[in-house]
């Protein structure tokens, strides 16, 4: 592609960094502008993980204005202001809309615009000499999860490779791996129901979920209780009932001693624990001696507080929750505080109850208890995929089975980049997903992704990680392509649908059909019996279905049935009425208790697990382990979610930028005074990792030997940084260590830091 001088300098007025655009940005294409598909479109949002569903409004003039979508009642036309940002991302100039080559060394940022052809002609081809010389599984495949992951990981199946990665033990997973092994699935909250709600580091007003916050601001107008458990005075801190600055990775030991109390004091559901759960002898003697006391000790929150809470939590029960967390503080001890949450809510008996947890009501087994058809079924699409080595993060063997199962340990590819243990890696394939920027030590990823003979990347911009690659494959917005139907059940069935708002712009594809092309070349077209097409897919899903089809797309979201869960009188009573075939499964008591199964082991809930005492000797049941994470010269360092951004895919989107353009480093007034430092100060923050510069932001908001800051793609040190969040600030995987936790396979994102004056 060539480009004038002319040229140049119009796309770089546009985009305001005119030096660092690449190529195959929007500044450079001809005759970009945002085109609605139809005046209004139905579909589910992804600025964040939550997915919201959403209509967007074409206003002509290149215009769409983006609102919730009334047809899901959680939703209503609510959206924060990630979701209104949606359109932002399309005609960015700053966007990647051709695919490109790098030219130079990796992270140079020289680049050149090539076909879609030549790009599928020539990965295909390298794939197919590592594939030969090395093995399918030495080429690993990652990516955000959603609703796109499944047709990333069956390319990679397609291809022969195990190696297939999600975010999750950067994020979620300890929550989802502990919930496997506890209760053999994840549960999700009746927030709407709650009566006392106890939060450990869950900041939902800031980790915006747009329904859930809604529901935790209108739990306090109904005249519940908020409790919030943080070192730092986060969003949710300062709107709380109460609020205490617990110190970073103690959450355990403080519920490990609300689980004491309610157990010594015989507040907890006896009937529903002798009935629903195996190992709780074991677990009521391994706490035995972590009293309100002990945990002050540790944690800096007060034992009369911890006491009088937890006989307020059981007075309330059980409409009272302590929330599963989507993060804590990340610390060693993730797995076992995590299961310390868990059983506090199981010890109040809250499963299947309003206000409690409860699994989610998949559309078959809601029509097997109803008795008829009431929602419809997705078609299940099977694919016999070839043979695979085991995978690079079973060297442990069967130690990490349960992180295996929820995505992988992330982090193994960065091990076996630089070790060839137990094998090489010499391919990374990628899709929506920043490691340089949400992995742990940055330093060690930059060594181990130059050490690769291929790198591919599929992204909208070219992010840390997209400069250090060998070819960046342009993929849609979120508001430009199709994705297959999603079950988005709850207390009743019900699904979503991605479809496009607005026509494509310049030459980018959905990351659906592009790992569709690479097949293609790579002789895997068998595979793909819906050809790459992401309608002929939902077709498939929806076979025999016509209306169903019809009315998912006028939607965008479809419920169905009444809500109901399974210990809940009340709710079953009304569920009966509406299907009177249903009363044929209740039980004695007018409940569908008998139906609540955990898909454990031991079919209950399990205090103690035997499979991992047998994997990790010493973790059969919970207990307080004191982990010395900081010395005596040194602060702790965590971080959260912000508001406006999403992890590391925002800080590029120009609106979000402009609404919060720097992580400032939150320092306690009296730790800023010993060090000489006043707010605005530049300082830096540094520890065997990396050294980072950034802004003090000195609050009484934080615990005194605590230093936070936002995790949220700040900081860029090799993509383009187009935009004030990309460019300033601390990146934190700079500072964090490159550690695996026991059991959950979670990074460990509480460190260490000296700080300094800049």
């Not at 998949?362 to 419809?376: D, H, I, M, R, T």
């Not at 990351?511 to 309608?535: D, N, R, T, V």
């Not at 992890?647 to 930028?657: H, I």
């Not at 600030?729 to 490159?738: A, E, F, K, V």
Request: aromatic share 10%; with cysteine.
């Amino acid at each position: 592609m060539k480009v004038t001088r002319r040229r140049f300098m119009q796309g770089a007025a546009a985009a305001c960094a005119a030096s660092t655009l690449p190529l195959g940005a929007v500044a450079f294409q001809d005759n970009i502008k945002v085109e609605g598909v139809t005046p209004e479109t139905n579909t589910t949002c992804e600025m964040c993980s939550y997915r919201c569903p959403v209509r967007v409004h074409d206003l002509g003039g290149g215009k769409i204005f983006i609102e919730g979508n009334k047809n899901a009642g959680h939703q209503k036309t609510r959206i924060c202001a990630r979701g209104s940002s949606g359109y932002s991302l399309l005609n960015d100039p700053n966007r990647i809309v051709k695919p490109m080559k790098r030219n130079g060394e990796r992270g140079a940022g020289e680049w050149e615009v090539i076909s879609w052809e030549q790009a599928y002609s020539e990965i295909a081809a390298k794939m197919n000499e590592l594939k030969s010389k090395f093995g399918p599984e030495t080429v690993a495949f990652s990516a955000k999860s959603g609703s796109l992951y499944s047709q990333f990981t069956h390319f990679a199946k397609a291809f022969g490779s195990p190696n297939t990665f999600s975010h999750s033990t950067m994020c979620p997973g300890g929550r989802y791996v502990t919930a496997d092994i506890m209760l053999g699935d994840d549960m999700v909250w009746d927030l709407k129901n709650t009566k006392y709600l106890i939060v450990f580091g869950h900041n939902l007003f800031e980790g915006v979920e747009v329904g859930d916050t809604y529901r935790t601001a209108d739990l306090q107008s109904k005249g519940g209780k908020l409790v919030s458990f943080d070192p730092r005075m986060s969003v949710v801190s300062s709107k709380a009932d109460e609020y205490f600055y617990i110190k970073p990775g103690t959450d355990i030991v403080v519920a490990l001693a609300m689980c004491n109390e309610l157990i010594k004091n015989e507040l907890y559901d006896k009937e529903f624990i002798a009935q629903y759960a195996i190992g709780f002898d074991e677990f009521a003697r391994s706490i035995e001696n972590i009293t309100p006391e002990f945990a002050e000790m540790y944690s800096g929150v007060n034992a009369g507080a911890i006491r009088r809470i937890t006989r307020e939590f059981a007075a309330a029960a059980p409409a009272a929750v302590v929330s599963p967390g989507h993060r804590t503080t990340y610390s060693f001890e993730e797995f076992d505080t995590r299961r310390a949450l868990f059983a506090l809510n199981a010890l109040v008996g809250n499963f299947e109850r309003k206000g409690g947890l409860y699994s989610k009501r998949s559309p078959e087994a809601y029509n097997k208890l109803a008795g008829v058809q009431v929602a419809p079924e997705l078609k299940k699409i099977k694919i016999e995929y070839p043979k695979a080595a085991p995978r690079l993060d079973a060297l442990d063997g069967e130690r990490f089975k349960y992180s295996i199962k929820r995505g992988g340990i992330y982090q193994r590819i960065l091990d076996t980049a630089l070790t060839e243990k137990p094998y090489p890696v010499k391919g990374w394939v990628m899709t929506r997903t920043n490691p340089m920027q949400t992995l742990a030590d940055y330093p060690k990823m930059a060594e181990a992704m130059k050490a690769m003979e291929l790198v591919v990347v599929c992204d909208v911009y070219m992010t840390d990680t997209a400069a250090f690659a060998d070819y960046f494959l342009p993929e849609v917005t979120y508001l430009e392509r199709f994705e297959p139907i999603e079950n988005r059940s709850g207390q009743s069935p019900a699904y979503s649908l991605r479809q496009p708002t607005v026509k494509t712009i310049g030459d980018a594809k959905s990351s659906a059909e592009i790992w569709y092309g690479l097949a293609e070349k790579l002789g895997l077209a068998e595979y793909y019996p819906w050809g790459g097409s992401m309608e002929k897919y939902i077709e498939m899903q929806t076979a025999g279905n016509p209306e169903f089809l019809k009315e998912i797309k006028e939607k965008g979201f479809v419920s169905y049935g009444v809500s109901f869960l399974l210990r809940e009188p009340s709710m079953i009573e009304k569920f009966v009425e509406k299907y009177p075939e249903a009363a044929a499964s209740l039980d004695p008591d007018g409940t569908f208790a008998s139906h609540m199964k955990f898909k454990t082991k031991s079919g209950k809930i399990e205090f103690f697990s035997e499979d991992v005492e047998q994997l990790w000797p010493g973790y059969g049941v919970p207990r307080f382990r004191n982990i010395k994470i900081a010395g005596s010269n040194e602060l702790l360092f965590i971080q959260a979610k912000a508001a406006v951004h999403t992890n590391a895919a925002t800080a590029f989107v120009p609106s979000l930028s402009a609404l919060m353009s720097e992580n400032p480093v939150w320092i306690n007034t009296e730790t800023a005074k010993t060090h000489g430092i006043k707010h605005g100060d530049r300082i830096s923050l540094e520890n065997a990792t990396g050294k980072e510069t950034g802004t003090a932001h000195v609050t009484d908001g934080i615990r005194p030997d605590t230093v936070f800051t936002y995790m949220a793609g700040f900081g860029v040190k090799n993509g383009y940084r187009q935009t004030a969040a990309a460019s300033n600030g601390i990146m934190c995987s700079n500072l964090l260590p490159h550690a695996v936790n026991d059991v959950t396979g979670m990074a460990v994102h509480t460190s260490a830091v000296k700080i300094s004056k800049a």
